[in-house]
């Protein structure tokens, strides 16, 4: 899967769950996300995905989770959390990836080429 803010396009590695499953058949999505806590993007879908939530504890740089039934969230810092999320991928190289996103509200689109 790919994710492209502005002219920077970045490839997601994703995981084989039926959460993902059912992200994909959705692609391609165009999504205004939305700055929180300095070290994340997130969007509210317009229909919820099945979850398999689990705690990872460490949040990494370049995770691509859905936190609840219907928030994706990208981050682009690690750092140690007590939240649960259903795993959908990792970008494959987040190198860049805090300077693409900006500190202000974006607009991301996902898509499969």
Request: aromatic content about 10%.
């Amino acid at each position: 899967m790919w994710m492209t803010v502005g002219q920077q396009r970045f490839g997601i590695s994703l995981e084989d769950n039926p959460t993902t499953r059912e992200l994909v058949t959705r692609l391609p999505l165009s999504l205004d996300m939305t700055e929180l806590h300095s070290n994340e993007k997130y969007a509210t879908l317009d229909h919820p995905l099945p979850t398999q939530a689990y705690r990872p504890g460490t949040i990494h740089n370049g995770d691509l989770l859905l936190y609840g039934t219907d928030t994706l969230v990208v981050f682009y810092q690690t750092f140690t959390s007590s939240y649960s999320y259903s795993r959908l991928g990792r970008i494959d190289n987040p190198a860049g990836l805090a300077k693409a996103l900006g500190r202000d509200d974006v607009r991301v689109t996902f898509s499969v080429d």
